[in-house]
T-cell receptor, first 115, second 114 residues
Framework: DAKTTQPTSMDCAEGRAANLPCNHS???????VYWYRQIHSQGPQYIIH???NNETNEMASLIITEDRKSSTLILPHATLRDTAVYYC????????????????FGQGTILTVHP | NAGVTQTPKFQVLKTGQSMTLQCAQD?????MYWYRQDPGMGLRLIYY???????DKGEVPNGYNVSRLNKREFSLRLESAAPSQTSVYFC?????????????FGPGTRLTVL
């Protein structure tokens, strides 16, 4: 799986957009970008994933650069409940063999949303 | 749907004691996982079960055993607990749809070994 680099922490004002960057310069052609988040004392929660195109769902938007070496997770209107650690994970989807479905979590970005 | 449930929520053990952490999912998922998370760290995979009847080691399996009792349940056993196993343990199950897999996590078990 490709290595990812994320800022250690970020702040955002409530109601504003939170833009969380992720660098994955060694990503290979078949690897997806996944985002999960972990709110304090809870289990991680899937947010969104993408391969090449930008993606949007009810939680967030994912912008992937044309060369796929970086991406940005966008929370369009951050709320206090979005305060969490956000993990960017690059991996093959539906991976088989010894790493079946395995998620490798790095340190992530601590997002703090302020009133 | 309850999703992924874990019991107990909290546990304190003495060194050398044994215990089993229980996990169940009601989403009819084939694959299940056990992770541990130490303070200030990301999650690390202990064991996983790709399907009922199979289990495989993850990144940090030493000191643990698992049982995939049926499709719903996947338990984690500590035979002789050590202080280094103080951690938060998360169970997850995997949804596979359209070639994309996503994991659903339980609320965690907070284990302290004295």
């Amino acid at each position: 799986d490709a290595k990812t680099t994320q800022p250690t922490s970020m702040d955002c004002a409530e109601g504003r957009a939170a833009n969380l960057p992720c660098n994955h310069s060694t990503i290979s052609g078949n690897e997806y970008v996944y985002w999960y988040r972990q709110i304090h004392s809870q289990g991680p929660q899937y947010i969104i994933h993408g391969l090449k195109n930008n993606e949007t769902n009810e939680m967030a938007s994912l912008i992937i650069t044309e060369d796929r070496k970086s991406s940005t997770l966008i929370l369009p209107h951050a709320t206090l409940r979005d305060t969490a650690v956000y993990y960017c994970i690059v991996r093959f989807s539906n991976a088989g063999g010894t790493s079946y479905g395995k998620l490798t979590f790095g340190q992530g970005t601590i997002l703090t949303v302020h009133p | 749907n309850a999703g992924v449930t874990q019991t107990p929520k909290f546990q304190v053990l003495k060194t050398g004691q044994s215990m089993t952490l229980q996990c169940a999912q009601d989403m009819n998922h084939n694959s299940m996982y056990w992770y541990r998370q130490d303070p200030g760290m990301g999650l690390r995979l202990i064991y996983y079960s790709a399907s009922e009847g199979t289990t495989d080691k993850g990144e940090v399996p030493n000191g643990y055993n698992v049982s995939r009792l049926n499709k719903r349940e996947f338990s984690l056993r500590l035979e002789s607990a050590a202080p280094s196993q103080t951690s938060v343990y998360f169970c997850a199950s995997l949804r596979l749809a359209g070639g994309i897999d996503t994991q659903y996590f339980g609320p965690g078990t907070r284990l302290t070994v004295l």
